[in-house]
């Protein structure tokens, strides 16, 4: 039986995605290894995170101030916006360094067995977003049934607006085996085929 205020420690570990009894037991020790400026780091890392993080009023991005730094970058593309589920998407695109336009992020999606609505995720503002400039919308939620639903009912809201709406390509992945692939992923794959040049 470990002291009280070691098993709180633990207790609020084990809130993390993926971390068990025993992950939470070995962070907690690993803890007490930690000087106390690391400790009083890491206090005002989680102080900063819930007073200075907050949502882009333009995209919905994590940032800082009133617009993110892609918001606020003037090289960037305006005139294309890919929507995005949440921020750790927007990292992931940016990391291939090969799309230079916005983003818009939902910070979430349509969910009908969760409760989750179209009012209930960041997809009025995206609305605001598009004028007679924007030439690209790109959804690239998640292929999953959620993301499908959102991506169907974003298209559906923009179909009579003049602007092109595409979907990233799914598909099989590099170094992945056919055999290996279930059903949808190789309807998808089929779909989204392309020409050898």
């Not at 290894?33 to 007073?51: C, P, W």
């Not at 949502?55 to 606020?72: P, T």
């Not at 983003?103 to 179209?118: A, D, F, Q, R």
Request: hydrophobic fraction near 35%; charge should be negative.
């Amino acid at each position: 039986m470990y002291p009280k205020k070691f098993e709180n420690l633990i207790e609020c570990l084990r809130k993390l995605p993926g971390v068990g009894l025993k992950s939470a037991e070995r962070y907690a020790f690993d803890m007490l290894e930690y000087s106390e400026e690391d400790i009083n780091d890491f206090i005002q890392s989680l102080e900063d995170l819930k007073t200075s993080i907050h949502h882009c009023e333009r995209c919905g991005n994590l940032s800082e101030d009133n617009l993110c730094e892609i918001c606020k970058d003037n090289r960037r593309n305006k005139n294309i916006i890919c929507v995005v589920q949440h921020p750790k998407d927007v990292i992931a695109m940016e990391k291939t360094n090969e799309y230079h336009g916005v983003y818009h992020v939902l910070n979430g999606v349509i969910s009908t067995s969760k409760g989750i609505m179209p009012d209930d995720i960041n997809l009025m503002t995206l609305l605001d977003r598009i004028n007679d400039e924007t030439q690209e919308i790109i959804i690239a939620t998640n292929p999953t049934v959620e993301g499908e639903t959102t991506a169907l009912y974003i298209s559906k809201l923009l179909e009579n607006r003049e602007v092109a709406v595409t979907r990233l390509a799914h598909g099989l992945p590099m170094g992945g085996h056919l055999d290996y692939a279930d059903e949808l992923t190789i309807i998808k794959a089929m779909e989204g085929r392309i020409k050898i040049k």
